[in-house]
């Protein structure tokens, strides 16, 4: 039974009447009340903007006016941009902030949560976060997904809005330079590479064009779905997934891998993936596109669309768009990778907290309608303005030549506190392009269902602490190393699959099938 307390029933109802925040109806303290925050994640390691903790966002500065509450960082691990490390740096210096928050959080929380470093929350939202409370009522299989072995759960996640993530990109510039068609099936995409390769697609006399490239190494393995195999169950790489037989496996220990891998490194052999995959980073897609030498990617839709008009000037002709999933060898076309409707990143109350109402009601004001936007689109009248009752960003925003999720970063909007993010933050600076390419693949039903994760017990998660890591680096190392080209992957199979054997890999998935029943039973 949902229950609310009369003060959050007011406030509730008081949210869904009241004009802008002028009035203070979000006001959840009467003298500021500072928490501390531990806020890690890929693109800061700290709460501010960059990770600085003298930066304040914009977007805290506007919380702290509506809300009362200020958070303060104190976010551990500063020095590594590992997620994990950090956790780890911070349960072991023991004095806990009072918000934990950041990236990859679920796995810890549901580890150390029931042991006492984290609060449960299933009572304080019922009682205190009728909007959370209200999004859980509507998505209770999400709710399932995040919640530990205890039965509580223990963090609020980032909720991602909308479906597709990425897509297959190709310099439709380049086919038409050399009389081709956009391939349709393994065979022909391998055509098109080779013509990339050879026939001086970006004609300046020289064989300088990098057919496939990524500016993240790891979708390389989403060349391994063209032959039937699979990279990853999730929107996390190198996930598990469940197969045909409600099993959950792993994707390198299947034939298809082996037989998958074996062409992706022939392609990494005969120079139609980038020599420099593993090395070349993150910044990949900028130079090669800006260069004139990548063909092909596999890349969001709404920030690789955007280099159309970014380069219309520099690279005559410049046309790189989103085409539909080659069909693999068996004849399927898929999109493995798509938004996934909750990630494992979001914010945690630690056990030091002394605050638990208010931090509650804090973590439930960024589900209002008020702070759902400011958590999406920065501060109204600053970045956005509302527009026929729809948040819609300045022109500066969406004409500047930084891309508007960056821009978000820097205002503390788009980051990663428990947040549900809205899709009309994205959809404005999809292009054209990439509106048709998104409407193409909506009408192709090239989705496969995704691993949301499975909640261990305390057993079930030394066994997969025991061997996952070991396993898991086992299976990258030789991965890397046969694409490209020290050893051979069918002849390395046997020994490879026997490897993983005596590494644990039937207990770890021994253990996750046991959890993956219970939790849908
Ligand atoms: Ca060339």
Redesign the pocket.
């Known amino acids: 039974m949902r229950k609310l307390t009369l003060a959050s029933a007011i406030l509730a109802s008081t949210a869904l009447t009241a004009p802008a925040f002028a009035d203070g109806h979000l006001m959840i303290v009467e003298e500021p009340l500072e928490l501390t925050i531990h806020m890690h994640w890929p693109r800061a390691q700290g709460y501010g903007v960059g990770g600085s903790p003298s930066e304040i966002y914009p977007v805290e500065m506007a919380a702290r006016e509506m809300t009362g509450i200020h958070l303060v960082d104190q976010t551990a691990g500063r020095n590594t941009t590992d997620s994990g490390e950090a956790m780890n740096l911070l349960l072991a210096q023991g004095n806990m902030p009072d918000i934990v928050g950041g990236h990859l959080i679920l796995q810890p929380v549901n580890e150390f949560g029931p042991q006492g470093a984290f609060v449960p929350l299933n009572d304080l939202v019922s009682e205190y976060a009728p909007n959370i409370q209200a999004f859980w009522d509507e998505n209770p299989e999400i709710l399932a997904a995040i919640t530990a072995y205890d039965g509580n759960y223990y963090y609020i996640p980032y909720l991602p809005d909308g479906e597709f993530g990425r897509a297959w990109f190709i310099r439709q510039d380049w086919l038409d330079a050399l009389g081709l068609e956009q391939p349709q099936n393994v065979d022909e995409l391998y055509d098109v590479l080779v013509a990339f390769r050879d026939d001086?697609?970006?004609?300046?006399?020289?064989?300088?064009?990098i057919p496939y490239f990524a500016r993240q190494w790891e979708e390389v393995n989403r060349l391994l779905t063209l032959w039937d195999a699979r990279s990853s169950g999730s929107d996390t790489y190198h996930d598990f997934y469940v197969n045909d037989e409600s099993q959950i496996v792993h994707p390198y220990a299947q034939v298809a891998y082996r037989d998958a891998l074996a062409n992706v490194a022939q392609w990494y052999e005969e120079g139609l993936i980038d020599p420099e995959i593993f090395t070349r980073g993150s910044s990949s897609r900028d130079y090669l596109l800006s260069e004139n030498l990548g063909g092909m990617t596999h890349d969001w839709f709404a920030s690789t669309s955007g280099y159309n008009a970014a380069l219309a000037e520099t690279v005559e002709g410049f046309n790189f768009i989103p085409f539909l999933p080659p069909a693999s060898a068996a004849g399927v076309r898929m999109e493995e990778h798509r938004r996934i409707p909750v990630k494992p990143d979001g914010w945690a109350i630690s056990y030091s907290n002394e605050h638990l109402v208010e931090t509650i009601q804090y973590f439930d004001f960024w589900f209002t309608e008020e702070g759902r936007n400011l958590a999406n689109f920065g501060v109204e009248g600053e970045t956005w303005n509302m527009v026929d009752g729809e948040p819609v960003f300045t022109d500066a925003v969406l004409n500047s030549d930084r891309a508007v999720n960056s821009q978000m970063y820097d205002e503390g909007a788009q980051i990663q506190r428990g947040y549900f993010q809205d899709y009309r933050y994205e959809w404005q600076w999809t292009s054209q392009a990439a509106r048709e390419g998104i409407e193409l693949y909506s009408a192709n039903d090239l989705l496969v269902p995704q691993f949301l994760g499975v909640s261990l017990n305390e057993e079930e998660q030394a066994v997969y602490d025991r061997y996952w890591p070991s396993l898991r680096t086992y299976m990258l190392e030789r991965q890397q190393a046969w694409i490209l080209g020290s050893g051979d992957v069918q002849e390395d199979w046997d020994d490879y699959v026997e490897t993983l054997d005596e590494m644990g890999l039937e207990d770890v998935l021994e253990v996750m099938n046991a959890a993956y029943t219970r939790q849908n039973s």
Do not use: A, K, L, S
């Not at 001086?200 to 064009?209: A, L, Y």
């Open positions: 001086d697609p970006n004609g300046n006399g020289v064989q300088d064009e």
